[in-house]
């Protein structure tokens, strides 16, 4: 399309250049002048999209799309140039009162064609800008569009010489002086705000509404957006629960990043996400602190205790299972000291620690009828209903009880889990041989 656009404008150069000066027709020397603009233009739009298109490198991390609007800002420096010439040579001819215009059929036949090309280009130029997003070849339709609109005016000129109306011609290269005056100035406005990273206050708020708009346990820190080459470049920062896994945050960010790229289609967007510890629980900050001490695999058993209004606390932390007991033990006071740093109301920090269970272990059905009716009968017992599944495994750790009870779906969690204990605590009651239970409860409507 660049291409295409510097051929144009040779043509019309040479048939505007030619007929003006053949015809000592201001209007039409201006807008000779005004396509001469538009070739450099053109040619520096060609060179611009070619390096805006390489892909991003170790000295471009973020690509080479600015290219276009230095290329941009470079075109509208040229029309300006451009339009205080056309100005200040029509200002003198319409002071002096001097014409010597000389309109004939084929310097309309001239005009016609020139307009038609610039029909053709403005809508070529346009629709191309549209379907690749380009700021550069956008300018390119806008410089056709004016190129238009100055050579309707340089036509309407040449009618009003012919008709006896002197001044007409000096007036048209003045209108065309207007036209690329006010293209130009715009130009250089739109790009200079790119290149200045102008926050664009539409995508900017459609981007703050889609964040907003997720019903996520999320906050929305920092949004920045800035443009290039028709893309959106957003950097976001979200804070979520301190106490996230790793893997929560990955997904929230996700979330966040499908989100804007929704509100604003092909844009590039970088989340990065912090620990949220605004409104957290003394649970949840001794939690963090632990987490985030490496080398601690889990965290759990967090208890909190309030002891003459001074809280302290109680945790289990699991590492790696060869881990010596010294260096477990210097790593369990590396986390206390974590724990006091992050909550330093709490009067003592009390740390066990346990091997994580880093390898499957090897386990063996057992289909034992007469422990799996006793088991049954336990779940009966605490539930009144009968137990949606019963398994039993066989492991080194000894005979472990796979169950999954049922239980009102409209109750608290704590009731529920106070259930499950008292299903854990029967099983083990009638079948002493198990060393193991773990109940899952599976909601279902109230009876």
């Not at 039409?28 to 005004?34: D, F, G, R, S, T």
């Not at 016609?112 to 339709?141: E, K």
């Not at 806008?142 to 340089?154: E, R």
């Not at 005056?181 to 130009?187: C, E, Q, T």
Request: charged share 20%; proline share 4%; aromatic share 4%.
């Amino acid at each position: 399309m660049a291409l295409a656009s510097i051929v144009a404008a040779i043509v019309l150069i040479t048939l505007k250049l030619g007929a003006g000066v053949a015809s000592s027709s201001l209007g039409l020397i201006a807008e000779a002048l005004h396509s001469g603009a538009d070739l450099v233009a053109a040619i520096l739009t060609f060179f611009a999209i070619r390096v805006g298109q390489r892909p991003p490198d170790r000295r471009h991390p973020f690509g080479h799309g600015r290219a276009e609007h230095l290329a941009a800002l470079f075109e509208a420096l040229i029309l300006l140039a451009a339009t205080a010439y056309i100005a200040w040579t029509a200002i003198q001819r319409l002071l002096d009162g001097s014409s010597d215009v000389h309109v004939e059929g084929w310097t309309i036949g001239v005009m016609v064609l020139v307009i038609v090309i610039d029909v053709w280009r403005t809508v070529v130029s346009h629709r191309a800008a549209v379907v690749h997003h380009s700021p550069a070849l956008q300018s390119n339709a806008l410089h056709f569009a004016s190129d238009l609109a100055g050579s309707i005016a340089v036509f309407i000129g040449l009618l009003l010489v012919a008709s006896g109306f002197a001044a007409g011609d000096a007036l048209a290269a003045l209108i065309v002086a207007a036209i690329v005056a006010v293209s130009a100035a715009r130009l250089l406005w739109d790009n200079a705000q790119v290149l200045m990273d102008v926050a664009p206050e539409a995508a900017d708020r459609a981007a703050t509404r889609a964040v907003a708009g997720l019903d996520l346990p999320i906050s929305l820190r920092r949004l920045r957006i800035r443009r290039s080459a028709g893309q959106y470049l957003a950097d976001v920062v979200i804070g979520v629960s301190a106490i996230d896994h790793v893997s929560q945050g990955h997904a929230l960010a996700d979330a966040v990043e499908a989100a804007v790229e929704q509100a604003l289609p092909g844009s590039d967007v970088v989340v990065h996400v912090e620990p949220d510890e605004h409104g957290s629980t003394v649970r949840d900050r001794v939690t963090a602190a632990a987490l985030a001490t490496p080398g601690i695999y889990e965290v759990h058993n967090v208890r909190v205790l309030v002891l003459d209004g001074i809280p302290e606390v109680s945790l289990h932390l699991k590492v790696r299972g060869d881990m010596r007991l010294d260096a477990a033990h210097d790593l369990a006071e590396r986390v206390e000291h974590a724990v006091q740093l992050a909550v330093p109301e709490l009067a003592h920090v009390d740390v066990h620690i346990e091997p994580v269970d880093a390898e499957p272990a090897e386990a063996g059905a057992v289909t034992d009828a007469t422990i799996i009716a006793a088991t049954r009968a336990a779940v009966i017992e605490v539930t009144g209903r009968d137990p949606i599944d019963v398994r039993l495994r066989l492991s080194s750790r000894g005979l472990g009880a796979y169950v999954t009870v049922l239980a009102a779906a409209d109750q608290p969690l704590r009731e529920a889990h106070e259930l499950a204990t008292r299903v854990e605590e029967r099983i083990c009651q009638r079948v002493p041989d198990i060393v193991e239970v773990v109940v899952h409860t599976e909601p279902t409507s109230v009876s």
